[in-house]
């Protein structure tokens, strides 16, 4: 066993809260007394122990990691690559129970849009079975602002490129758009019933889109139809949907004569939709995954569209007598009242001004399944339901909140470039981007809402105009987590400690929340932002952003200037839990931050890029946690967010609710985190936090401040 700690230092230990409160028959619960029922410690050691090297014995350790985080790490190939890669994805498990994954929130993730998951047998998708990279399906964290350490992991790895392979054998045989709609109505008949390799289905492939030179010498298989297939759709004519620019597909459904574009498109969701039958054919589950994921990325993301295409559009048969039918003759959206529903749906969660003309809209847009022009392209295509996995999403629905209210439109056009670090205030709110710094640190007010990739509605700010977008001066903080540490993240983490020493009741101490002391003396005053003072590559101006906060009366700005990432800490069980000496942390109230000599060695402001990048890059794995007490008010994580965005260090922020502070401590030496935020942010407070403009011609100054009794 480990040598015995004096009580003098078992005083001088990490462990800052009262032990007056010891309650020894919890404790022997924990030690394997005749109780056998498991029961959460409230204080550590045993007030009635005084030899505290006494090992732990197996019930004893069982008992102290029921219910805590277990992180480790799995390779999974990477999907769509030339040759076989692996890549390491961070897993999370309850101890003594099974792995967890940290899905987005329903509302977050608008019920699988931005995500296509290629194992329709799961019933939620893993981080490494969506086509999308890193999986949206596990991106958002459960709290506005935050990802998960899942996304927060897989950024690491830069996306996987395309690639083409020649395909001197197979050609592509000309065929007229008549043809087209027939087979694409003959294969939305057959949707619903099960594929069966007929003479008919071979002779339409191979008589009418592809043409085999060696198919009278080989066998028909369905390897061979895929094989051929695959190489022709990976030519370079035919457009790549994983690429943003490509994902706007509404110029193929607008209500205007046929093009050659259009009619392109549709021959390529044909050959797609070929494919994506025979690939079904094979068993299910991990087959289908495995031929997705031996796809090249570009015939991978067409076949992904051509199935959302089938799932919302049905084809109606051509008229050949007409010189030139249109196109809403021949489509209809079977799901339009779904997506309008959505839209709908979102404009509530962010509180969007002017719901009621936006219902009304949206009950004549109901009446019929076709889609009006004055939509724009984005618009149209989230309506129409074919929306192509990924962030894009996120660009189509704000399109159609923008559409319902046309006068502000031009306004806003600049949010057409897509930026992520971009911004706008819309009638006495502003709403960021979930990769804006500005969101990511104003989502944590009272009444922010995070949903289809926006923030908001956040505080009103007097240096914009009542409807005006900006982009953020933001700077790109280095991650001190390397690929080299998700390898070790189960060694680094673990509950018990050094898996070479033994653990003793010596080694574990209790951390626990001092809710006596919480701060009530943080107010958000003001969203200053200051006019542009440089100029991108593209001409466009940047803007920088501080939230002005006053602590004990004196105001402050706290320029957001790094653009840090915030993790939502996953939720535990049956805790609080013991935590190990060997992860070392300091705790401070949220209000002393600026105070605190533990900022100092972070300062950025004073240090040149070499010692800045010396510093955030650590090479130590022994790194003290600092703990920021933020629980309270609202305006406390806000101030704990925007200081973590002056100083460039990202940190986890967990409800005290859901997550001890011992797990909330570990998960940021599984990231590589230097700073946890432990808030109470599932307590409801009593006034907004969101200040609204009194009216719309006189917009309203009044800062964030909570009335003094």
């Known amino acids: 066993s480990a040598e015995s700690l004096r009580d003098d230092d078992w005083q001088a230990s990490t462990c800052s809260h009262d032990d007056s409160s010891q309650s020894s028959e919890l404790i022997s619960s924990l030690l394997g007394s005749e109780d056998t029922t498991p029961k959460a410690p409230t204080s550590w050691p ?31 190939t990477v999907l769509c690559a030339r040759e076989n890669v692996n890549r390491l994805f961070a897993l999370l498990s309850l101890g003594n129970g099974g792995p967890i994954f940290e899905d987005s929130p329903p509302a977050a993730l608008l019920a699988g849009c931005m995500t296509f998951s290629l194992n ?11 086509l999308e990279e890193p999986s949206m399906a596990h991106c958002f964290g459960r709290f506005a602002g935050t990802v998960t350490l899942s996304r927060y992991v897989s950024e690491l790895y830069p996306p996987t490129n395309s690639f083409e392979e020649p395909f001197p054998f197979f ?31 071979e002779d339409f492939l191979y008589g009418q889109l592809v043409s085999d030179p060696e198919l009278e010498n080989i066998d028909r298989t369905h390897a061979r139809d895929i094989q051929v297939l695959s190489a022709i759709l990976n030519n370079h004519f035919w457009t790549d949907f994983s690429q943003p620019g490509e994902q706007t597909i509404a110029q193929h459904f607008a209500d205007e004569p046929w093009d050659v574009a259009a009619e392109l498109f549709f021959h390529q969701m044909v050959l797609s939709t070929e494919l994506n039958r025979r690939i079904r054919l094979l068993p299910t589950g991990v087959a289908i995954e495995g031929i997705m994921t031996s796809l090249p990325r570009k015939v991978a993301w067409s076949v992904a569209l051509s199935q959302r295409v089938f799932q919302n559009v049905s084809f109606q048969q051509l008229d050949l007598a007409s010189a030139s039918p ?17 839209v709908l749906d979102i404009g509530y969660t962010l509180k969007w001004p002017g719901m009621e003309q936006m219902e009304a809209r949206m009950m004549v847009e109901s009446e019929s399944n076709t889609i009006r022009c004055s939509w724009s392209p984005a618009s149209l295509t989230f309506l129409s339901g074919a929306v192509v996995p990924g962030p894009m999403t996120s660009w189509m629905v704000l399109s159609c909140l923008l559409d319902c209210n046309p006068c502000h ?19 006495g709110a502003t709403y960021w981007h979930w990769q804006s710094i500005v969101g990511k640190v104003l989502g944590a007010m009272q009444g922010s809402n995070s949903v289809a990739g926006w923030i908001g509605p956040c505080m009103y700010t007097p240096d914009l105009e009542r409807v005006q977008c900006i982009r953020i001066n933001q700077e790109q903080p280095s991650k001190r987590v390397k690929v080299r540490d998700i390898g070790t993240i189960a060694e680094r983490t673990d509950p018990l400690g050094s898996w070479d020493d033994p653990c003793s009741i010596s080694d574990f101490t209790l951390v626990l929340p001092d809710f006596d002391n919480t701060v009530d003396n943080v107010r958000v005053e003001k969203l200053a932002i200051k006019d542009p003072t440089r100029y991108n590559s593209e001409g466009s101006d940047e803007r920088q952003v501080a939230v002005q906060i006053a602590v004990d009366g ?43 000599g533990w900022a100092a060695r972070v300062s950025t402001e004073a240090k040149s890029k070499d010692e800045q990048s010396r510093i955030t890059d650590g090479e130590e794995d022994d790194d003290e946690v600092l703990v920021i007490e933020a629980y309270g008010v609202a305006d406390n994580a806000v101030l704990a967010r925007a200081w973590c965005a002056y100083v460039g260090y990202s940190a986890i922020v967990a409800d005290i609710k859901l997550t001890c502070i011992a797990c909330t401590i570990r ?24 200040p609204k403009a009194e009216s719309d011609d006189q917009p309203c100054c009044t800062s964030n401040i909570r009335a003094e009794s």
């Open 46 to 76: 045993p007030k009635a122990s005084t030899t505290y090297s006494v090992p732990c014995s197996d019930e004893a350790l069982n008992r102290a990691t029921d219910g805590v985080l277990v992180f480790s790490s799995a390779p999974r």
């Open 667 to 690: 998960e940021a030496y599984a990231a590589r985190m230097v700073v946890a935020i432990i808030t109470d942010l599932s307590e409801p407070e009593e006034s907004e936090s969101v």
């Open 554 to 596: 004196i105001s402050e700005p706290i320029r957001l200037r790094y653009n840090v990432s915030f993790i939502a800490a996953a939720t535990c069980s049956a805790g609080p839990h013991l935590l190990h000496h060997n992860y070392a942390y300091k705790t401070v109230r949220v209000d002393r931050l600026v105070y605190t």
């Open 171 to 201: 050609r592509l045989k000309k065929i007229d758009l008549f043809s087209i709609f027939e087979r694409l109505r003959s294969l939305q008949d057959l949707e619903e019933m099960p594929f069966e390799p007929t003479e008919q289905e």
């Open 326 to 342: 249109r196109k809403s003759e021949v489509l209809s959206y079977r799901n339009k009242t779904v997506q309008l529903s959505k």
């Open 120 to 130: 329709e047998d799961l019933e939620e998708p893993v981080p490494w079975s969506t």
């Open 409 to 427: 439109r031009s306004a806003l056009i600049e949010l057409a470039d897509l930026h992520p670090q971009s911004g706008f205030q819309y009638l």
